[in-house]
Structures are given as C-alpha cells and as structure tokens.
C-alpha cells in the first residue's frame, strides 16, 4: 500500500472521494461568484430555473425539487419577490396556499445568469479535449450511479443536472 491507502499507483477510495469533493466545492464556488457578478447566484438562478420551466408553483414543491428545507426556500422567495424577481399570488386551487411565479424582470436577469454559468462553465470545462470531456462524463455517471445507491437513507434527492 501507499500513502494514500492504495495499492501501488492506485489512490484509496477515501482519497480520491476526497479529492472529488474539494474540486466540486472550487468549481462550484467559481461558478457560483462568476453567476452572482451577473446579478444571481447559483441557488437563486436554480430556484428561478424550475420557475422558469413549471411556471406557477407552491413554496413546498419548489423545496421538495430542490432538496432544500422550506424555510430556506421560503427566504429565497422573500429575497427574489424584494428584488422583483418574483411574485406570490394565490393558489386558485387552495386559498391557503401561494403560488410563485417569475416575473419579466426575473426572466431577465435569469436568461443573463445562464449566460455567465455557460461562459465559466465553457472556460473550465472547454480546457479539456473531446476524449477527455467524453471520459469525465462517464466518470461522473458512474460516481451518480455510485452516490445514488449508497444513499440508503432514503432522502428526497434535488433535481438532477440543474
């Protein structure tokens, strides 16, 4: 074994997970500071996204979509709906619920958000030839396949590729 827990050249596991996660966390960080110069962040551009696409929706499936907790969905809501971004209104079928819905302006700055994400995803990923892009992406469907099937927790999952 070596000194990272491996057999000869081959690194353990726990290293390469490791090694997996703090280059998720830069690469993430990036995109998420190159997004938020464009007037969005990463989180705020997702939740908008699913807006986007489903058109009105209810705070508690907006959470369920995304894996995170109401009360976080709930602030991003009130931060979006300050900003314009946003707007509640009722729930034609159930008047104690509300309904989220993105606004013109909100279609505006997400479409410039998307812009920055594709830029920077461009200048990171586009560093990398066709055979290696080509070889990433299987790594990554297999470590999916992997992270899917030791979630034995059975926790609600966010979308995926978002």
């Given amino acids: 074994m070596d000194g990272m827990g491996g057999t000869g050249d081959t690194p353990a596991a726990e290293h390469v997970g490791l090694e997996f996660l703090f280059l998720a966390h830069r690469v993430r960080r990036v995109v998420d500071d ?10 705020r551009t997702k939740l908008l ?9 209810r705070l508690s499936s907006l959470a369920g979509q995304l894996g995170f907790a109401a009360r976080s969905v709930t602030e991003t ?3 979006l709906a ?10 034609p079928t ?8 993105i606004t ?3 279609n505006a700055v997400l479409a ?7 830029r920077v995803l461009q200048d990171i990923f586009g560093a990398l030839d066709d055979e290696q892009r080509t070889s990433l992406g299987a790594l990554l469907g297999a470590v999916d396949t992997a992270a899917r099937a030791a979630n034995s ?4 999952e966010p979308l995926t590729n978002q």
């Fill in 94 to 101: 159930d008047r104690r619920a509300k309904l989220v819905v």
């Fill in 77 to 79: 809501v009130d931060g």
């Fill in 104 to 106: 013109r302006e909100g």
């Fill in 153 to 156: 927790a059975g926790v609600r």
């Fill in 82 to 91: 300050r900003d314009g971004l946003v707007e509640r209104g009722p729930d």
């Fill in 49 to 57: 996204r699913l807006l986007d696409e489903q058109g009105p929706t």
């Fill in 34 to 43: 190159r997004m938020a110069a464009g007037g969005l962040s990463l989180a």
């Fill in 112 to 118: 410039t958000a998307n812009a920055a994400g594709q």
